[in-house]
């Protein structure tokens, strides 16, 4: 288990958009002490710089994305012996990039600065990146909602989707079309955002039922 300190203490800054309909609703931590696998992304830990003593996981959810029902985004914290940051990696469309700059200079103390991809929150060390992304603009536009419900690898089971879903996810997120301002703004992340891992993909499910009594009523 994890202090509430510590995980404040290396939490990210986030920049989002200014016109950003959709924040955080719940982060998930995890502090990894050792070699193994993510509890909530599919990826391994190998621990095999010396300099490191343990990686704190961020699962940073959201009840939406534009396109879809259900958004789960990460960003990943090495820190080291001496308590100091020693690189961030961050999700970046079911991938992940670095998200520290060689030169550190998205580095406020022990708090890596991220901005969130307007409507989508894949996260970038600089905004000029999301320049590259071809659907830009149509994503959080004509194409807002156009995924419904999404059902991952780890809520298999816990619940399901169907057309009458989706259709109803759309209807509801093309309420939301915008189009980015491209001026970033940071997100204060309210303390009692921050849950275990196991906490949230209990809630997780519970969470979606709830809604969807809500935009199909």
């Not at 003593?53 to 940073?60: P, T």
Request: hydrophobic share 40%.
């Amino acid at each position: 288990m994890w202090d509430l300190n510590l995980v404040s203490r290396y939490a990210p800054f986030i920049y989002y958009d200014r016109l950003e309909p959709f924040y955080p609703v719940r982060i998930g931590v995890t502090v990894l002490s050792q070699a193994g696998p993510s509890p909530s992304f599919s990826r391994e830990f190998q621990f095999q710089d010396e300099r490191l003593d343990f990686i704190i996981e961020y699962a940073v959810y959201y009840d939406y994305d534009i396109q879809h029902l259900y958004d789960l985004e990460h960003v990943w914290i090495y820190v080291a012996k001496d308590g100091s940051v020693l690189d961030c990696e961050a999700s970046f469309h079911g991938k992940y990039l670095r998200g520290l700059l060689k030169d550190r200079s998205n580095l406020e103390q022990t708090h890596v600065r991220l901005y969130s991809q307007p409507g989508k929150h894949a996260f970038a060390p600089f905004v000029q990146l999301f320049d590259l992304i071809p659907n830009m603009e149509a994503c959080t536009d004509v194409d807002a909602g156009k995924a419904g419900l999404i059902v991952t690898t780890p809520f298999k089971g816990a619940y399901e989707t169907n057309d009458e879903i989706n259709h109803s996810v759309c209807e509801f997120l093309q309420g939301y079309r915008f189009k980015p301002s491209m001026e970033f703004k940071r997100y204060i992340l309210p303390e009692d955002i921050y849950v275990t891992w196991e906490t949230l993909h209990l809630e997780i499910p519970i969470r979606i039922r709830h809604i969807l009594e809500q935009i199909m009523t």
